[in-house]
């Protein structure tokens, strides 16, 4: 299958380098010196975890430069970026084209559907940590890598997610085919949203939560929180959350930090409404109350919402 991926960062670009180094057909959608970079060198990959490098050839083009139909499109871009590439979606998809949206921001795909009405959009999340180190360089923070996707409803079901799910396999990632993809996004966004809400609350790396304190107490409280909105949202877990983050967090590298926290600190335009001011509004939706992220969100009452 012909597999497009938007987005060369460190969710798309990890996912492209693996499925292409297994010789699955994958065209990585970037612009900008770090696609240059990649058209002439290819795609560097470095473990910080043991400090090696492999460097991966992928091929690469623009939005403009595509002309094929894809039979999978990952759509691997921020939140704030994903209006801009429905217009692509919908040229470079075919009417059995599946489109698997891998955002930090939890409803992604219910949303980009109704933009898609003519294509199967899953709901997706992935579990990663890694960004742009320089053009054409991922820095990988941690071993984990994991793809969760799925349809929202089950009527909308198709065989070839079967296979999606065996090239990812094949690929080296951990594919999983869910039979309950809102609770599954919903269980990463108990992780991703409260790591980055604390993470630059406290202007804290992984090796912060790590160990007992401050940072790590505003992390577990905010899991709860998160909790306590998927009850009220009727969406049920067996699990402890808090000791599944844990447990994910104690994987990173100590220098760890988030893509929000970097965009902000950088003055770039961050995921910052979907991640923390959204789970306030949820909170007011539901009628729970969201003390943790009540208090972030007031912090950065400022911070320009994008």
């Not at 306030?280 to 539901?286: F, I, N």
């Amino acid at each position: 299958m012909e597999y497009v991926i938007i987005g060369a960062g460190g969710t798309g670009g990890i996912l492209g380098a693996y499925m292409t180094k297994a010789g699955k057909n994958v065209t990585l959608i970037a612009r900008g010196e770090h696609g240059k970079a990649m058209k002439e060198k290819g795609l560097t990959i470095e473990k910080m975890w043991n400090q090696t490098k492999e460097t991966i050839p992928v091929k690469v083009c623009t939005m403009e430069e595509y002309s094929g139909k894809a039979d999978v499109i990952l759509v691997c871009v921020k939140g704030y970026s994903l209006e801009e590439t429905i217009p692509f979606i919908k040229r470079a998809a075919k009417k059995e084209t599946v489109v698997i949206p891998i955002l930090n921001i939890y409803g992604t795909g219910g949303q980009l559907q109704e933009k898609l009405a003519d294509i199967l959009v899953t709901d997706g999340c992935i579990y990663v940590s890694a960004n742009i180190k320089e053009p054409g360089c991922l820095l990988w923070h941690g071993e984990i890598l994991r793809v969760v996707f799925g349809v929202r409803e089950e009527r909308e079901h198709r065989p070839v997610l079967n296979t999606i799910q065996q090239d990812f396999q094949e690929s080296g990632i951990c594919g999983i085919l869910s039979d309950n993809i809102k609770r599954d996004a919903l269980k990463k966004f108990s992780y991703v949203s409260p790591i980055g809400a604390a993470g630059l609350y406290f202007h804290a790396q992984a090796g912060d939560f790590q160990k007992e304190g401050a940072p790590r107490e505003m992390f577990k409280a905010m899991i709860r929180e998160i909790a306590a909105l998927a009850d009220a949202m009727d969406i049920h877990f067996e699990e402890d959350l808090v000791e599944t983050n844990l447990k994910i967090l104690a994987d990173l590298a100590p220098e760890a930090t988030t893509s929000m926290q970097r965009d902000i600190l950088a003055g770039k335009q961050s995921e910052i409404d979907g991640l923390i001011y959204q789970v306030v509004r949820l909170g007011k939706t539901y009628h729970v109350p969201v003390p943790e992220y009540e208090k972030v969100a007031q912090k950065f009452e400022k911070q320009v919402r994008k």
